[in-house]
């Protein structure tokens, strides 16, 4: 009897104290899916922040192209400009020689 009664009480014990590791586990799967959540939100915001980055470099991208479209060009007038002065100088020149 006496042994069944020790027996009864290490199962009840041995009960209990598989309740507390359920709880345990409940509490650790609760604060992992609260974790899953916050890295899923996560992912999302760094989805936005990237979505908006690649924008921004996109827009800027083409603000730089325009510029060095409107660099060339005025290479090329200023280029041209200089040409027409030198040519203007060299008749200038070439009057002043005239007697």
Known sequence: MEQETMLKEILHALKIHSEEIEKKFDVLNSKM???ETRMD???SR??????????RFDRLEKKVDGIRVELTETQETTDYLLSK???HERKLRELSRQP
């Open 33 to 35: 899916n609260n974790f």
């Open 46 to 55: 760094i989805d936005n922040l990237e979505s908006t980055m690649n924008n």
């Open 85 to 87: 002065n030198a040519q």
């Open 41 to 43: 939100n996560f992912e």
